[in-house]
């Protein structure tokens, strides 16, 4: 948890942002996040993030299902209670491939999805700061942590990229538990100030 | 950027002048404003129907499944045909958010959400069927693989009732955990305009704190496409096991390799059919006319023809083999089918699946809401018989004495309506308080297919080849 000061750009149209993630980048700021209504194509890269590895862990999930499913059925028709079905092999395989598929499959999707959510560091409870309130609707938001020597500044220089609103926030840079009803003891104090 | 070029002949998925805040306000609106009286109407009456399904369960739980008009012949009747139908209803909710997702559909984009949803409760639905079947329902429990006190004695994993266990769990997880990731960002933007401080903390706590985050959203995107990648072979896979209750057994009628594909297919189409009837209404009473169009319902009513034509296929193959196979008991099973005691729902399966969605051929006729409406419940009426057919395959065994006829009694009935009530239930509370479009992804495909945008492509195409290609090279 740490309260720290930010630039924040508002943009109208993910054709302004991306010329404007560019500047941004060249002129050497350090973009903290940039916050989107949907799933913008390309700003990942254009934001040099890295390829997500997701779909790595969900391969190791699906590996441990197969293993499971095998291993468990395996060992209680071979081991732990052997019987015999009309003369067929203990090992039946081909009647163990349903079940071994399902389990593949159900470890992958619920190990990815709770994954996914350690990742974002999301789950019910959690809060983080919204910076505007449209941008789960309309609004690209690039935020960019500042101090308060160069926040101006840098608020000028987002404003000349495009911006259609700029301002200087206060705000808790990582999540917490809250519920969004609720207004924050930071944000309280701000208000006052 | 990806191209936003996308040629003038494909058909616009959103209608209108839209932009990005409008299409928050158009698919939030339904949720944010009071219920009108056709829900209130509708949510009644389907809660109601709920309650008749719990009072005929409870009866059917007190006095045992011996109120049920099953028998020695005829083990399986009603709650088994209305399973097979639920979770093949199930299907088509899979199919548009994860093959179509694969094949890269942008029309999947109006349907998902409520398809989805639509496959979740239809599953809900389904799995109650086996569950009362069993009668001592509270030793349910009993089909998990669980260190018990008995020995421990397994349940056996080499039987297709047990597959179907594993097979409709994780379908359901699966469905619910791919539908649910889609909601997070929903429920962002719903928190984000929540005027009160219920709905603010209600969405804040649905949407996980959900923020929108470039990086999140790479995430979001992988965890889509794996899952979509994971529900594809699933989807196959559920209807094919269930079909292996039937395909595994000795049963003449029953016995036959061709049920796995045919069952898919079938589920495919009556799945279609169920989102057609919710989705011409739904787009009709929350005023989503412009995201639900008509080139979204007539791109579904050509997978209507399509499978329907597949499913009409197989009824003629099963007939030709069960000809051909020389078997005696086999061709006796199938001339029952045809013009035994039940010769009327065999025809009535045949009229509902096979011949009247032919008439889809027509542009017009796909093109016709109300038609369209009509020939949905026509098709889910035929499927619902493909079941039954094929249950009642065992009315007549090997031996004379001990053939029957089998008509439901009023728990089964009642338990069949309320299977409905749950579903209906489930689906109004759905429509009232989710976003019954996927408002995220709608914005995602808009400025390639919504009609304002489009309207602009016309100077692109009139530009030269190498002009264009020129630009988007330089673009990149």
Sequence with gaps: MSIKKFAVAVFDDEAVLFPAVKKVRSAGYKIHDVYTPFAVHGLDEALGEKESDLHIAGFIYGITGTSTALG????I????????????PMFPLPAFIPITFELTVLFAAVGMVLTFCYLNQIMPGVKKHIFHPRQTDDKF???IEVNDTNASETEMFLKSTGAEETNIQVAESDWWYGRFDKKEDYEIQQQLA | MHLKYESTIREALVDGSKNYHQITEDICAPIENKPTKLWTMGFWLSFSLLMFGVFSVTWEVYWGTGVWNLNRTIGWGWDITNFVWWVGIGHAGTLISAILLLFRQGWRTGVNRAAEAMTIFAVMCAGQFPIWHMGRVWDAFFVLPYGNTRGPLWPNFISPLLWDVFAISTYFTVSLLFWYSGLIPDF???RDRAKTKFRKMA???ASFGWAGSAKHWQRHEMLSLVLAGLST??????HTIVSFDFATSIVPGWHTTIFPPYFVAGAVFSGFAMVQTLLVITRKV???QEYITIGHIEAMNKVIVLTGSIVGVAYLTELFIAYYSGVLWEQEAF???VMGPYWWAYWAMMTCNVVSPQLFWFKKLRRNVWFTFFMSIIVNIGMWFERFVIIMSLHRDYLPSSWSYYTPSWPEVGFYLGSFGLFFTCYFLFAKYFPVIAIAEIKFILKTSGQNFKDKMHPIEEKSDEHFLEEQLHHH
């Design chain 1, 72 to 75: 468990f059925m395996g060992w």
């Design chain 1, 77 to 88: 028709f071979t081991t732990d209670w052997p019987q015999n079905f009309g003369g067929k």
């Design chain 1, 141 to 143: 938001v690039m935020v």
């Design chain 2, 188 to 190: 962002a933007t719903l």
């Design chain 2, 203 to 205: 969405y804040g706590y």
């Design chain 2, 233 to 238: 072979p699933l989807v196959l896979s559920v």
């Design chain 2, 286 to 288: 929350l005023n989503l």
């Design chain 2, 335 to 337: 001339r029952l089918r």
